[in-house]
């Protein structure tokens, strides 16, 4: 057992003064505000609770920055995917450990306590299946258990290169699957998180572009009632082809062919139209946003006031893993908004209401919601996930409560974070990750070896 105790505390009642918080097991067992603190608490000025990533592909952290360099023609999402193509089928298991790591070690010193890690690396690099066909997802869990951040687990089915059932393209051998042995992969993947308190598992259909509707059928009862994730509406390409192919555009094919409901998350979804932001709004599944990769990629802007105005929930992820953090995400989101609406504080939930606050509690749920963590925040029996700022810097100087929030994410950015507790570890003091310099050398020589 421990006990903290905080000045101020974001709870889930809204802000806190003196706030003692006892964590045991791992879990918050009890919150208590307005105590004075006692001889053995450990103390901090503020704490916010972390938040989900809820969309990663944790092996392209390996490549971040490493497509910047504009290629004969001109470069889109589908030429980045070349690139991205070509480190994954260099990538051994270990490596991927390796990356996942450190990725790990850095969302947490960033604010993300928890992961969703949407896997479909799953082969070995000729496209011959590994003897457990969860190796990669075992890689993938090591890093989970090494570094503390939670994991939820969402093995993707890929099947096919483009829509109506396109063969897959050779760059593709590593992520293939038939049914049949995406059932073994998911029994297998239960296995390989099993040694892990917090994990749980989902599945992640691919997109429409690599799963026909009756794979879709056949793998959604895989989930056991967990998450379902999907990539959907990313690019107008891919809208395009969606609409050659059956008539309807990917959110609105998902919305009338597929049971969407709060299950499931619907990744970027960024290019929708009004009515298909309205059912989708509707229907409780979340809008897994992922700004800084959707910039990188150049994807398009969500329609993110008129997704809120529907009473959407929309959580954040990194996605690419190109640039990591709860600030950086949070941040570009509402730029992309002032800059697609020309105007200021566009994602703000209301007059004078913070809208760095109105990103993080939005965040917070809907992270929540699209992980199946059914208590968020710092509230008893939730996950002892806690982030403490550093009141000394110089962008949250004279702050208090939703001020704080705004400072952090608009001002400060990833400088911020004091400590982070997850899963009732405290891995960061400082800033820092108890295991970063080794994460960082493994990685780096990992890295060195694949771009040599
Ligand atoms: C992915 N990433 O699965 O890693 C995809 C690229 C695809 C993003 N969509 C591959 N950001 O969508 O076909
Ligand atoms: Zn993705």
């Given at each position: ?75 889109t999402f589908w030429t980045w995917r070349e690139t991205m193509y070509r480190f994954a089928l260099a990538m051994t298991p270990d490596d991927v450990a390796a990356v996942a790591t450190l990725l790990y070690v850095e969302m947490l ?30 890689r993938v869990a090591q890093a989970a258990e090494a570094s503390s951040i939670g994991l939820t687990l969402l093995p993707s089915f890929y099947a096919h290169g483009s829509f109506g059932g396109a063969a897959p393209h050779d760059g ?254 405290k891995v960061v003091e400082s800033g820092r990750h108890k295991l970063r310099q080794a994460a960082r050398e493994r990685f780096n020589a990992a890295v060195r070896r694949l771009v040599a």
């Amino acid at each position: 057992m421990s006990r903290l105790h905080f000045a101020s505390a974001l709870l889930p009642s809204g802000w806190a003064n003196d706030v003692q918080v006892v964590l045991t097991a791992g879990a918050i067992a009890e919150v208590t505000p307005g105590v004075t603190p006692s001889a053995g608490d450990e103390r901090h000025a503020i704490a916010l609770p972390g938040l989900a990533s809820l969309h990663s592909h944790a092996f392209q952290r390996g490549m971040a920055g490493l497509a910047e360099l504009r290629g004969d023609s001109t470069d889109t999402f589908w030429t980045w995917r070349e690139t991205m193509y070509r480190f994954a089928l260099a990538m051994t298991p270990d490596d991927v450990a390796a990356v996942a790591t450190l990725l790990y070690v850095e969302m947490l010193e960033q604010g993300f306590t928890r992961v969703g890690e949407f896997h479909y690396l799953h082969h070995d690099r000729d496209g011959s299946h590994y003897a457990d066909p969860a190796e990669m997802a075992a890689r993938v869990a090591q890093a989970a258990e090494a570094s503390s951040i939670g994991l939820t687990l969402l093995p993707s089915f890929y099947a096919h290169g483009s829509f109506g059932g396109a063969a897959p393209h050779d760059g593709q051998r590593r992520f293939i699957c038939s049914v049949d042995q995406f059932a073994k992969l998911m029994t297998a993947s239960h296995e390989a998180i099993a040694a892990l308190p917090d994990a749980n598992i989902g599945i992640a259909p691919h997109s429409l572009r690599a799963v026909a509707p009756d794979e879709l059928a056949a793998i959604i009862p895989l989930a056991e009632g967990g998450p379902v994730h999907i990539h959907a509406a990313e690019q107008v390409k891919e809208v395009e082809d969606c609409l050659a192919w059956s008539g309807r555009r990917p959110v609105q094919w998902l919305l009338e062919h597929a049971p969407v409901d709060q299950r499931w998350c619907l990744i970027h979804a960024t290019h929708m139209t009004d009515e298909e932001v309205g059912t989708f709004a509707k229907t409780g599944a979340v809008a897994g946003l992922c700004p800084v990769t959707e910039a990188s990629l150049g994807d398009g802007i969500f329609p993110g006031r008129e997704f809120a105005d529907a009473g959407g929930l929309f959580g954040v992820g990194t996605d690419s893993n190109v640039l990591v953090g709860v600030a950086e995400e949070l941040r570009q989101l509402e730029y992309g908004q002032r800059l697609k609406h020309r105007a200021r504080n566009v994602l703000s939930s209301g007059a004078g209401r913070s809208t760095g606050r109105t990103l993080f509690d939005t965040a917070l749920a809907g992270g929540a919601r699209a992980l199946a963590q059914p208590i968020a925040g710092l509230a008893p029996g939730a996950r002892a996930d806690i982030v403490t700022l550093d009141v000394a810097h110089p962008s949250l100087a004279g702050r208090a409560r939703d001020a704080i929030i705004d400072g952090w994410i608009f001002a400060a950015g990833n400088g911020a974070i004091d400590c982070v507790w997850a899963g009732g570890n405290k891995v960061v003091e400082s800033g820092r990750h108890k295991l970063r310099q080794a994460a960082r050398e493994r990685f780096n020589a990992a890295v060195r070896r694949l771009v040599a």
